[in-house]
């Protein structure tokens, strides 16, 4: 099913030119990883096109004393963040970029300490105070400053958002990240796969199965392992119960922000109900356990009469919102997303597809074929609204999907035995509630995982909700923020 | 004091008894407001009288002040509990001859509350955090628009009842019933209402169950208080929401009111103004329930409309004379 993954070893001097055909040639960058063998370093550039599914993986071994490679920058905008990561964890330097700014490194780090490398140790001390990050000043009559976080009211997780303001209008936010550095992808290196598994559902709570299958997947791909296609059904529901709980909860979220308070009680009744479907389901309302490597168990699934109930409680809650005159005031036009902003930066998921991007990994890296109600659906206007719609229609279409699914009366349990396999590597892609999310595995020869490297679709997207506040006032950025709903932790790793 | 109204004690007690009315009931209104909302959206809710079990946790903490801050930020509160019980106790609450009704002019109790305002703007200003700068400027540019449609729309009561003095016109009203269904009373009524919400912070200008600071117009000038002090700037909020309910309720429907000078009609009152202004918030939240937060630079908008609907009270009256 899974495309067959090419890969090709270069040397530096070669990259950029590669890099620049096969992105011209319609491919993206998915993910950029970086490796440190002990004698040397190396990186590994993922691209990725389809239907029909392509990938295609560019090597390029550095000197660990001297690690340069040439900078992607003017090439792809998410390559750029990709090497700011890769120069603060592993000190690889992309030569030629342009905006070689901190990323992942808070100013507390001890300099020139690069905690990915093999030799890095255990954590140093951190200063109690560093350098303040250096924010872009804008200057002007009547412009001034709001700081808003890291820590904020309500349950959220951290992040410091800096708006450069006149009166209300924002000018310029920079959102600065990374206060939920939790050390993720050092945390795989050396844990056997099962052990993997519960790192990879925790990466961001509310993705246990985006990121649970993606890790499977790829450590699957490792070991040569071929999953039947019941099993891939199942992945399949599952994913798409995920998908809806979330979407929900964010349409509420939505609700709630612009005050309307029942419409947000009525839309957290029915994430309520899903959680429980889930639970019956899986044995757990967060989905966790129920994708293993080889592995796919549930207790039973979801009857017809409950997607019914489902399906007819969301159009009902959704008649309900649609008719507040106020509401569609506030969410029309707001915090426009234009489609060329959202490709040039590359951006994910319902973000993307809210302004008229055709990405989905369902669609250009299928792993169920059959029986599939899939839909690729956008919208065109990228504000507020057509996220919100986007998040409405996708849950219909995921309904429709799961009950296609159900339908086909796939085996609840299925296993395929684990090899024991030499080194190895796989890449798994899956296109979360939130949008893509790749992993790409290392196995080593006792069978436990060398690395693991995580791209979330959150990463991709970031930018994108600084770059939709062209234009838009301070009180409406709650509203905003909401209708990305990007993960801090799925970013931040 | 009007030569023939009741004595003096008659009038120190009806205020006393305005103010201890108000002290109780504003918060006692902001409790079953919540549980309004609470029941429309299937939650039980906190019993009505959480408000004051809040305030009164509240003022048993110590006051924390910021290091930066100024006078201005202690005395705030003071100056926006005295002004509102002064206004308060002039007020016809329950009395058409409260103490000082002389002075009740409609001029003295608007710019009472604008005082109040005025020192939670500044107060908003003096920690110089982000929030409280904001918070004090959408404030204020609500405040400065909901005002005028204020005046102008008591001005148009003021003209047919021939007087600007707010105990008077109470008292005209209950003798000409009819007033209350003129041209004048509606459009003033509705222009009054919307005023009423602008100032009390309530939906659809203001969100007074938020916790996303960005958003916030009062909440945000109130950030920086704590303790004992917060609890004097919530008994606040509370007594003029209490004030304001109170008397656009006996403007427009003003029985119950007592106008001579019997203890029991006092209390017949009080009970009268407990229903009518429990109705009040009953209908408000449930405006509330159903509405959702303007865009901010839509609430102008609103407020205009409100004024224009005052104009039209006063123009209906002057053609009708």
Same mark, same amino acid.
């Given at each position: 099913?899974?495309?067959?993954?090419?890969?090709?070893?270069?040397?530096?001097?070669?990259?950029? #030119?590669?890099?620049?055909?096969?992105?011209?040639?319609?491919?993206?960058?998915?993910?950029?990883?970086?490796?440190?063998?002990?004698?040397?370093?190396?990186?590994?550039?993922?691209?990725?096109?389809?239907?029909?599914?392509?990938?295609? *993986?560019?090597?390029?071994?550095?000197?660990?004393?001297?690690?340069?490679?040439?900078?992607?920058?003017?090439?792809?905008?998410?390559?750029?963040?990709?090497?700011?990561?890769?120069?603060?964890?592993?000190?690889?330097?992309? *030569?030629?970029?342009?905006?070689?700014?901190?990323?992942?490194?808070?100013?507390?780090?001890?300099?020139?300490?690069?905690?990915?490398?093999?030799?890095?140790?255990?954590?140093?001390?951190?200063?109690?105070?560093?350098?303040?990050?250096?924010?872009?000043?804008?200057?002007?009559?009547?412009?001034?400053?709001?700081?808003?976080?890291?820590?904020?009211?309500?349950?959220?997780?951290?992040?410091?958002?800096?708006?450069?303001?006149?009166?209300?209008?924002?000018?310029?936010? +920079?959102?600065?990240?990374?206060?939920?550095?939790?050390?993720?992808?050092?945390?795989?290196?050396?844990?056997?796969?099962?052990?993997?598994?519960?790192?990879?559902?925790?990466?961001?709570?509310?993705?246990?199965?985006?990121?649970?299958?993606?890790?499977?997947?790829?450590?699957?791909?490792?070991?040569?392992?071929?999953?039947?296609?019941?099993?891939?059904?199942?992945?399949?529901?599952?994913?798409?119960?995920?998908?809806?709980?979330?979407?929900?909860?964010?349409?509420?979220?939505?609700?709630?922000?612009?005050?309307?308070?029942?419409?947000?009680?009525?839309?957290?009744?029915?994430?309520?109900?899903?959680?429980?479907?889930? =639970?019956?389901?899986?044995?757990?309302?967060?989905?966790?356990?129920?994708?293993?490597?080889?592995? +796919?168990?549930?207790?039973?699934?979801?009857?017809?009469?409950?997607?019914?109930?489902? #399906?007819?409680?969301?159009?009902?809650?959704?008649?309900?919102?649609?008719?507040?005159?106020?509401?569609?005031?506030?969410? =029309?036009?707001?915090?426009?997303?234009?489609?060329?902003?959202?490709?040039?930066?590359?951006?994910?998921?319902?973000?993307?597809?809210?302004?008229?991007?055709?990405?989905?990994?369902?669609?250009?890296?299928?792993?169920?074929?059959?029986?599939?109600?899939?839909?690729?659906?956008?919208?065109?206007?990228?504000?507020?609204?057509?996220?919100?719609?986007?998040?409405?229609?996708?849950?219909?279409?995921?309904?429709?999907?799961?009950?296609?699914?159900?339908?086909?009366?796939?085996?609840?349990?299925?296993?395929?035995?684990?090899?024991?396999?030499?080194?190895?590597?796989?890449?798994?892609?899956?296109?979360?509630?939130?949008?893509?999310?790749?992993?790409?595995?290392?196995?080593?020869?006792?069978?436990?995982?060398?690395?693991?490297?995580?791209?979330?679709?959150?990463?991709?997207?970031?930018?994108?909700?600084?770059?939709?506040?062209?234009?838009?006032?301070?009180?409406?950025?709650?509203?905003?923020?909401?209708?990305?709903?990007?993960?801090?932790?799925?970013?931040?790793? | 004091?009007?030569?023939?109204?009741?004595?003096?004690?008659?009038?120190?007690?009806?205020?006393?008894?305005?103010?201890?009315?108000?002290?109780?009931?504003?918060?006692?209104?902001?409790?079953?407001?919540?549980?309004?909302?609470?029941?429309?959206?299937?939650?039980?809710?906190?019993?009505?009288?959480?408000?004051?079990?809040?305030?009164?946790?509240?003022?048993?903490?110590?006051?924390?002040?910021?290091?930066?801050?100024?006078?201005?930020?202690?005395?705030?509160?003071?100056?926006?509990?005295?002004?509102?019980?002064?206004?308060?106790?002039?007020?016809?609450?329950?009395?058409?001859?409260?103490?000082?009704?002389?002075?009740?002019?409609?001029?003295?109790?608007?710019?009472?509350?604008?005082?109040?305002?005025?020192?939670?703007?500044?107060?908003?200003?003096?920690?110089?955090?982000?929030?409280?700068?904001?918070?004090?400027?959408?404030?204020?540019?609500?405040?400065?628009?909901?005002?005028?449609?204020?005046?102008?729309?008591?001005? #148009?009561?003021?003209?047919?009842?021939?007087?600007?003095?707010?105990?008077?016109?109470?008292?005209?009203?209950? +003798?000409?019933?009819?007033?209350?269904?003129?041209?004048?009373?509606?459009?003033?009524?509705?222009?009054?209402?919307?005023?009423?919400?602008? =100032?009390?912070?309530?939906?659809?200008?203001?969100?007074?169950?938020?916790?996303?600071?960005?958003?916030?117009?009062?909440?945000?000038?109130?950030?920086?208080?704590?303790?004992?002090?917060?609890?004097?700037? +919530?008994?606040?909020?509370?007594?003029?929401?209490?004030?304001?309910?109170?008397?656009?309720?006996?403007?427009?429907?003003?029985?119950?009111?007592?106008?001579?000078?019997?203890?029991?009609?006092?209390?017949?009152?009080?009970?009268?103004?407990?229903?009518?202004?429990?109705?009040?918030?009953?209908?408000?939240?449930?405006?509330?329930?159903?509405?959702?937060?303007?865009?901010?630079?839509?609430?102008? =908008?609103?407020?205009?409309?409100?004024?224009?609907?005052?104009?039209?009270?006063?123009?209906?009256?002057?053609?009708?004379?």
């Amino acid at each position: 099913m899974t495309g067959r993954r090419k890969t090709l070893e270069l040397p530096a001097s070669a990259l950029h #030119a590669t890099a620049k055909q096969t992105l011209e040639s319609g491919y993206r960058l998915a993910l950029i990883a970086a490796h440190d063998d002990g004698e040397s370093l190396r990186v590994v550039y993922v691209f990725t096109s389809g239907p029909p599914d392509h990938r295609l *993986e560019l090597t390029v071994r550095l000197n660990p004393n001297d690690p340069r490679v040439p900078t992607l920058s003017d090439l792809s905008f998410p390559a750029s963040r990709f090497e700011r990561q890769m120069h603060d964890t592993f000190g690889v330097i992309p *030569e030629g970029h342009p905006f070689l700014r901190p990323l992942v490194r808070h100013s507390h780090w001890p300099e020139h300490w690069y905690p990915m490398r093999h030799d890095a140790g255990p954590t140093p001390a951190m200063a109690h105070e560093g350098v303040p990050y250096p924010f872009i000043e804008v200057r002007g009559t009547g412009v001034y400053e709001i700081p808003v976080g890291p820590v904020h009211a309500g349950l959220i997780e951290p992040g410091h958002f800096r708006f450069s303001v006149v009166g209300e209008t924002i000018l310029k936010m +920079t959102a600065r990240l990374w206060f939920l550095h939790r050390g993720i992808e050092r945390m795989f290196q050396g844990v056997n796969i099962n052990e993997g598994l519960q790192i990879a559902e925790r990466i961001s709570g509310d993705t246990a199965v985006g990121h649970g299958l993606a890790y499977c997947m790829a450590v699957e791909e490792a070991q040569g392992i071929d999953v039947s296609h019941d099993a891939r059904v199942i992945r399949s529901i599952l994913l798409e119960l995920e998908r809806i709980y979330n979407h929900v909860g964010d349409i509420g979220a939505m609700c709630s922000d612009v005050g309307f308070g029942v419409a947000h009680a009525r839309a957290m009744v029915i994430r309520e109900q899903l959680l429980r479907l889930n =639970e019956s389901v899986t044995g757990h309302r967060l989905l966790r356990g129920s994708i293993l490597p080889g592995l +796919t168990s549930v207790r039973r699934l979801p009857t017809s009469a409950e997607l019914d109930n489902v #399906a007819s409680e969301l159009s009902q809650l959704m008649e309900f919102i649609s008719s507040n005159s106020t509401v569609f005031d506030r969410f =029309e036009g707001t915090a426009v997303l234009l489609a060329d902003d959202a490709e040039a930066i590359g951006t994910l998921g319902v973000v993307a597809r809210a302004s008229g991007q055709r990405v989905d990994a369902r669609h250009s890296q299928p792993f169920v074929s059959g029986g599939s109600a899939f839909r690729l659906i956008t919208q065109s206007q990228g504000d507020v609204l057509a996220r919100f719609t986007q998040r409405s229609d996708e849950m219909r279409n995921s309904l429709e999907l799961i009950r296609g699914h159900v339908g086909l009366s796939p085996r609840l349990e299925s296993s395929e035995a684990l090899s024991q396999p030499g080194s190895a590597s796989g890449l798994g892609i899956v296109e979360g509630w939130r949008g893509s999310i790749v992993h790409r595995v290392e196995l080593d020869v006792a069978g436990v995982v060398a690395r693991c490297c995580i791209a979330d679709p959150s990463f991709f997207n970031w930018p994108a909700l600084a770059t939709s506040l062209a234009d838009t006032i301070v009180p409406d950025f709650p509203l905003i923020n909401k209708s990305f709903n990007l993960s801090y932790a799925g970013n931040d790793l | 004091m009007t030569p023939d109204g009741p004595p003096l004690g008659y009038a120190i007690i009806a205020s006393i008894l305005q103010v201890a009315l108000i002290v109780l009931g504003g918060p006692l209104l902001m409790g079953l407001m919540a549980k309004v909302r609470a029941r429309a959206e299937g939650r039980v809710g906190a019993p009505i009288h959480q408000p004051l079990r809040d305030l009164r946790k509240l003022m048993g903490k110590e006051g924390l002040r910021a290091h930066h801050s100024s006078a201005v930020l202690a005395v705030a509160p003071l100056v926006v509990l005295g002004s509102t019980t002064l206004a308060v106790a002039i007020s016809p609450l329950v009395t058409t001859h409260p103490l000082l009704s002389a002075s009740s002019d409609l001029f003295v109790i608007v710019y009472l509350l604008l005082t109040g305002s005025i020192a939670m703007a500044l107060a908003g200003l003096d920690t110089g955090t982000a929030f409280g700068g904001m918070g004090s400027s959408r404030a204020i540019t609500i405040g400065a628009l909901a005002e005028p449609a204020l005046l102008v729309a008591v001005i #148009a009561l003021s003209i047919q009842a021939r007087t600007s003095n707010l105990p008077a016109i109470v008292a005209a009203t209950i +003798t000409h019933p009819v007033w209350t269904s003129t041209p004048t009373r509606l459009l003033a009524l509705v222009a009054i209402v919307i005023v009423v919400i602008a =100032e009390t912070g309530r939906l659809p200008v203001d969100n007074p169950n938020t916790h996303l600071e960005l958003t916030m117009i009062h909440e945000a000038m109130t950030l920086e208080y704590a303790g004992s002090d917060l609890g004097l700037v +919530t008994l606040g909020a509370a007594m003029r929401l209490g004030l304001l309910f109170a008397l656009l309720m006996n403007l427009f429907v003003p029985w119950g009111v007592a106008t001579g000078s019997s203890i029991l009609g006092l209390l017949a009152a009080v009970v009268f103004l407990a229903l009518k202004t429990s109705l009040l918030a009953v209908a408000v939240s449930l405006i509330e329930v159903h509405s959702a937060k303007l865009r901010l630079f839509r609430v102008p =908008e609103l407020l205009a409309g409100g004024f224009v609907l005052a104009v039209l009270a006063v123009i209906t009256q002057l053609a009708t004379r």
